[in-house]
């Protein structure tokens, strides 16, 4: 987090792509493969209600054989098949998936003795992490991996004063680590920076998209007021016509086409991977996987993910960051989501 994450505007450049197809890193993405396509949802009827589209949530579902328990007069629903589990909450945007805390674009709501759920969840964040395949015309292999320290020189990030601990410092140092296992993997690695320098997000953003990568990974710390939050969060992109997790209410902003849009399926299930597989590796608390329109993953032009690893606020936490064993932890933990992605992806593509 930290000063610097401010919104950037991309001006005619997203509408651009809208009615073009955009070269990616060797793929092309048809224009007609994102934006306002329901792949997954197809012509399943939906109500409006305020400015949300509804689906009906068992009906949803059961095409991906989970059958649904609750009842009327619970809000606590669950969804389950022998492999996935969902839990939902009527007017709430939290979620569990496979237990790991999701947050939805838009509280479920009950209605006809059912959940309803938003349609852009459904297409946006169920389809893609219940059925990954439905999207392999937008996705290729994982070969090349960008991996953004987050803030450096001038812009230290957040800290812990008290202990002279700076975001920048560490943010760097997992680079390091989570690079060199990559490397050893085969895979290859580029950096936004290798050492204590100033760069602007849109400057990452566009250094980013010259290398055309088939994943960028932004590492971060967190700050909060309040000293006792502690835990691990991972961002994706915020899809067209929802809002950000952090905000209350519905802008105009939130309509804009974003070039890191183009792969949304494929966003939260890069996302997904490393949240479950920094929960597992560092059993900190579960902050969720949630959405922000953050420059860079806003800009980016292939799967994007922001990482805020810990919290440099809260004191327990900002000591486990400060050695260098937790710091290789968070590294393989990354790794480990990065390369249960690719193979993800693999798994949906013809063999060659
Ligand atoms: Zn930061």
Known sequence: MGATRGRMRVGGFARLMVVGVMLCGGAIFSSQAWADDFIAVGDQPT?????VAYLD??????????????????????????????ELNADSRECRFNEQRVFLGSGVIKREQGLWIDRVDAEKLFAPLLKAATYAASVRPVRKIVIDAGH?????????????????????????????????????????????EYIGLKERAMFARAA??????SLHFNAAGRAAVKGVETYVLTPRHQRSTS????????HNVESGNATDPWN???????????????GAPDRGLKRARFAVLRLAECPAVLVEAGYLSNDQEAQKI??????????????????????????????P
């Open 247 to 254: 905000s209350a209410a519905s802008d105009a902003s939130d």
């Open 212 to 217: 055309q990568p088939d994943v960028f990974v």
């Open 322 to 351: 400060a050695t260098p064993a937790y710091r290789s932890e968070i590294a393989q933990a990354v790794a480990t989501g990065i390369v249960a992605y690719a193979n993800t992806v693999l798994s949906v593509l013809p063999r």
């Open 152 to 196: 450096g020189g001038k812009d230290g990030g957040t800290r812990h004063a008290e202990r002279k601990l700076n975001e920048k410092t560490f943010t760097l140092d997992v680079a390091e680590r989570l690079g060199a296992i990559l490397d050893q993997q085969g895979y290859e690695v580029v950096f936004t920076r290798t050492r204590d």
């Open 57 to 86: 949530a068992d009906r949803f579902f059961s095409r991906y054989g989970l059958s649904s328990k609750g009842g009327a007069k619970a809000d606590a629903w669950t969804f389950s098949s022998a492999w996935t589990t969902i």
């Open 47 to 51: 109500v409006l209600v305020g400015d």
């Open 268 to 282: 939260v299930l890069l996302g997904y991977e490393i949240h479950r597989a920094l929960g597992k590796q560092l």
